[in-house]
Nanobody, 116 residues
Framework: QVQLVESGGGLVQAGGSLRLSCAAS????????MGWYRQAPGKQRELVAT???????YYADSVKGRFTIARGNAKNTVYLQMNSLKPGDSAVYYC??????????WGQGTQVTVSS
């Protein structure tokens, strides 16, 4: 089992920045990759960015060049640095971890609101 706790959401003006954090606990040795997803009202949850245990990253086209995903030194924390935020980035952001058995674990989500 893996437990995930997100933090760092909030309200920011367009063009501003926020950094989200996700701390994993439990069977963290089994984690294959971690990622950030988001869900806006009335929309499906979508992938934002992922990072593997080896450090390989992937970004959705909509956030490339603006968002950066990174792992902490302890490897049980993943960050999402979000720059040049747009109102369209407003959503609940969720952290996900997948283990080697391809079981997925989700955090409770953190709200990001970007005002115009």
């Amino acid at each position: 089992q893996v437990q995930l706790v997100e933090s760092g959401g909030g309200l920011v003006q367009a063009g501003g920045s926020l950094r989200l954090s996700c701390a994993a606990s439990g069977s963290i040795f089994s984690i294959n990759y971690m990622g950030w997803y988001r869900q806006a009202p009335g929309k499906q949850r979508e992938l934002v960015a992922t990072i593997t245990s080896g450090g390989n990253t992937y970004y959705a086209d909509s956030v490339k060049g603006r968002f950066t995903i990174a792992r902490g030194n302890a490897k049980n924390t993943v960050y999402l640095q979000m720059n040049s935020l747009k109102p369209g980035d407003s959503a609940v952001y969720y952290c996900k971890a997948r283990n080697r058995r391809e079981s997925d674990y989700w955090g409770q989500g953190t709200q990001v609101t970007v005002s115009s």
